[in-house]
């Protein structure tokens, strides 16, 4: 997807620990035509899959997963990481372990939107090394729903959740992989 | 607008200490045309304001806001709730109290994100007390920001947000506008 390639190499802040910083244009500031251009490329790619719902985690999950939805005319879901009162207990939850924020959180989901007859398209704005996307696949699982296929922005294939994705049978599809990072530059592999 | 009335007279739950859970549309599951369509709402209110730059609060503020950023074709920017390791102390920062949840937040914007040269337009899912709004209020106030006008998916007229809106001369427009619940039913303002 080379619109995002061109936003991470001009926009993007290589921090150390393998940490990329797309704060400008994905995780704090959105930029609004790049996430339907993103939405499309899933679309495009994951049209045929018959997929009924699109799930992704809170929060910057959220702005990639919506125009991915809106393309595929099914509802988002987004699994939530703080319980609130309005939320009943009626809910599928799964622990998170952040390693950009160091910290273990649970993610839930109402089990009214997640059914057995489900197939689910998982998006998410990271793949790093799958922490958020094995607890978004446990979700499904205690749901019983299938989970079609799954979509990632971007995607660090030197860490361990593409691999995990791919060992498991899922249709991982990545809009960016990155190689690694050398001089504080990011290198992609060619799709 | 009328779609989000149906949506609400449809999906929506009145709960205790009028809250109004739309978990199945806006708030955990999202009907991500509703979203379009309530962006579009809010681009032909907002279109000839001169705005450059959406300002929302995560989580829920971000499903309204990316449509809404999309047609006025401007950068959408989300305060956050948590800081993360990514995000330098180069932040402004305001204190939230939802009473929904019972607790008091610190909501923050990067100083990147907002400048004295912006002219923002503020959305939210709700406006009720004002609480959120406040602190998004402030953020700008503190950027030196203008604010060129509010936007509210659902507005509960009969909590003092709207009146506090409306009496600090802020371009106020909320979607739906509630007059209160009688019998788990919702009034509507007809407008």
Do not use: W
């Not at 990329?20 to 899933?42: R, T």
């Not at 799964?94 to 950009?100: D, L």
Request: glycine content about 6%; hydrophobic content about 40%; charged content about 20%.
């Amino acid at each position: 997807m080379d619109l995002l390639k061109e936003k991470i190499n001009q926009e993007g802040i290589v921090l150390e620990n393998n940490i990329l910083k797309v704060d400008h244009f994905l995780n704090h500031q959105v930029d609004p035509q790049l996430m339907v251009a993103m939405g499309k490329c899933f679309y495009q790619y994951f049209k045929k899959h018959g997929i009924n719902k699109v799930l992704t985690l809170e929060v910057s999950g959220i702005a990639v997963a919506l125009p991915t939805a809106f393309y595929l005319n099914v509802p988002m879901v987004f699994a939530k990481k703080i319980a609130s009162l309005t939320q009943d207990t009626n809910v599928y939850t799964s622990q998170v372990t952040s390693y950009t924020k160091q910290i273990t959180y649970e993610i839930r989901v109402d089990k009214s939107y997640l059914k057995p007859s489900d197939k689910v398209l998982i998006i998410d704005d990271f793949l790093a090394k799958g922490q958020a996307l094995k607890g978004l696949i446990n979700l499904c699982q205690q749901a019983g729903a299938e989970i079609s296929g799954i979509g990632i922005a971007i995607e660090k294939s030197f860490q361990s959740g593409a691999q995990f994705a791919k060992e498991a049978g899922y249709d991982l599809y990545s809009q960016v992989r990155i190689k690694g990072f050398k001089n504080n530059q990011v290198e992609f592999y060619d799709d």
